[in-house]
């Protein structure tokens, strides 16, 4: 039986007061944020690309749709999901992609299309948040080898075909 030690006398991940990681305040803070800023993010990527759709010579649009729906996805598992490094470095690179996507696309023009696009302010302040949140998120997670251990601990007993609940 453990002690709640770890090998150097200190307290074991996922063992204490940090079992219930998920739900302490910072991280329920973070992930709201995280989330809001993933589904602005995309919300104005589909407002832009929609109009725009079936303009032959720029692949943005339909970019922007798979990225949108990427996004969307991210802010739904954030939610929904547990503690996982693999899906906030997902949240963080989407969003980071939009923001280099249009750095890159602009080039040094950006901060003149900046002023040009209402709808790209929005996004870029969302995306800087949202890359924010989620990397925090993501320092603040524990391993995903610990976030799978507690999943399996917290799984019923499938084995035994009555979901775990003991005898009735």
Known sequence: MSDGRGPTGGPELGVGSDADGRNTPKKRLLRGVAVQAAAVAAAVHLLWAW?????????????FLA???LAAAVAVATLRAGEYRRLYALGAGTLGTFLGGFLAWH???????LAAEPLAVVA???????????LALYRLAPPTSVALERRRDEAPDEASGDGGEGPP
């Open 124 to 134: 870029a302040i969302a995306e800087v948040v949202g890359v924010v949140a989620f």
């Open 51 to 63: 109009p725009r759709l079936g303009s032959p010579p720029d692949a943005r649009p339909y970019l």
């Open 67 to 69: 990225g949108s729906a």
């Open 107 to 113: 080039g040094t023009g950006a901060s003149a299309a």
